[in-house]
Every structure is written in C-alpha cells, then in structure tokens.
C-alpha cells in the first residue's frame, strides 16, 4: 500500500481574507453597538436594583418575579391590553396595508404616487401628536367635532365624555392606530407587487386562472413572500412599540382606570417616574422576549421555505 495516500494533511488551513468583509464592517458596528450592546446591558441591569445614582445592586430575578407576582397594574393592565391591541392592530393594519398596496397598483402611476403619499404621511407623525390631533375630534364638551355633529342630528342630548370613559379610549386607540398604520411595510408590499413579472399572471389565465382571487392567492402572495415578511416584522415592532396614545388622548398618566395602559407606558412609567431602572429593563426584556416569539411566528409563515 503506499503509504502516502493514507497520510493524513495536519495542516492547518490558513483564514483568508475576503475584501466583502469591509463593506459589512460598518454596519456590523452600528448593530453591534446599538443592539447587541444595549440589549445585553440592558438584561444585565434587569438582574439589578438601579435607581441611576447610586451603583446597580444584584438582585437576581427578583425584578421578573416582582413582576408576575406583585405588579398587579401589569398582569390586569398592561400585559392584557398589549396584546390585545397588537393581535387588532397588528393584522388589521397588516391586512389593510396589503389591500391598499393590491389596489394601488392597478392605478396609473401618477395617481398611485399621490394617493401613497396621502396614505403614508400619517405614520410620519409621531402617535402622541397625532392623539393631540384626533383630541379635538373626540373632545367632550359641545366644540368637539363628533359630539357636536351627533348634536346636530338629535342622536345625544349632551355631550359625551369620549375620552374619559374607560370604555371608550381603547377603541378610538384601535381608531388611530390604524388609521397610521400605512408605514414602511405598507411601501414595500406595493413595491413588491409592482415587481412580479406580469407574464405569470399571463400564464396562469391561459392554464385556466379565473379571478383575481385565484391571481392573488396563487401568485401575488408567492411571488412577494419576502415583501410579506418584512410588513409582518415591521408590523409586529410598530404595536409592540406603540405608547403613550391613551394618555395623550385622555390628557392624563396614567388613564382613566389604566385603559389602554400598554407594556412601553408601564416600562416609562418605572424608568423615568420612579426612576426603577432595573425593574424597567426585565419589563423591557419581557417585551423583547414576546416580540421575538411573534416575529418566529411570522418567519415560519412567510419565509421562503414556508
């Protein structure tokens, strides 16, 4: 047998450098230091008592069982009203900006830029102003511009206190929030439907296509998974994010009876109220925890091995 066939090459393998690495430097940097960074400080401050004067105490996991334990105002609260207003709003502005972007599309392109302009400028405006703005729709004296239509037409006899009942403000959030739903994901959906290759919905009517609900399910949908992805992502993030809505509408902190009291409110309230920095970061990381779980969810839907 000759034995250099069998031998064995213990030489390692020398890393050679690729230039692409340059290009991605930058902006490994940027996520490195604003995400990674902060995200790993700010689980590690959740391990701690932090009143941003004196050093960070250790505590363990006492702020996570402070949480589901002792903050009732969380468990009643926030916690339930989060999720409830990201499973309303997440698909509704998710399936509302997948509509508008299908029907712009069949417009000529001059008509298409100026409605998407008109649709889009909403999400610009930061939420709190825009709850300064629909304040004086809702306002509850006789000026407000719904109580006094519906006083015009003898459907109320006095005003009605719209956004001081904690029954009303949770539905005039879901109001606004989708009425500013058309964001970034909104733009990339259209832009992925302007992109398909029209020759496959040629194809797919001489092969016996028959509506444009079969146009939509059966390519549409499949030729823009990527598009669909990041509108799912983008649409997870912005209601997880959303606070400070029911309070700029009620003009009060918190509202009446904690009504549309969200995660991000409840994380302020202890970071910069009480000046809890380390039970605001487990509230925080809480929070990232659910939306990674939804963002899974949302991969696992429209990726594009799904």
Known sequence: ????????????????????YLFVMPYLLVFFTLVVLLIVISILLSLTYYDTINFPTWVGL??????????NDFMQYALPNTLKYALIIGPGSYGLSFFMAWVLAQLTHRVRTIVAIILYSPSLTNGVLMAVIWRVLFSGDSRGYLNYLLLSLGFINEPVQWLQNSQMIFGIMIFVGIWSSMSVGFLAMM????NINKDLYEAAYVDGMKSRWQEI?????PSMKPQMLFGAVMAIVGTFNAAGL???LS???????FAGWLIVDHMADYGFARYEMGYASALSVLL??????????????FSEKG
């Open 1 to 20: 047998m000759n034995k250099s066939n069998t031998m064995v090459n213990l030489k390692p393998k020398q890393f050679k450098w690729n230039s692409s």
């Open 62 to 71: 006492e702020n996570y069982v402070a949480i589901f334990t002792q903050d």
């Open 191 to 194: 832009s992925g439907i302007l």
């Open 217 to 221: 399910f059966y390519i549409t949908i």
């Open 246 to 248: 029911a309070s700029a």
């Open 251 to 257: 003009g009060s902190i918190p509202p009446p009876q």
């Open 288 to 301: 990232l925890l659910l939306v990674f779980s939804f963002n899974k969810l949302a991969t696992k839907l």
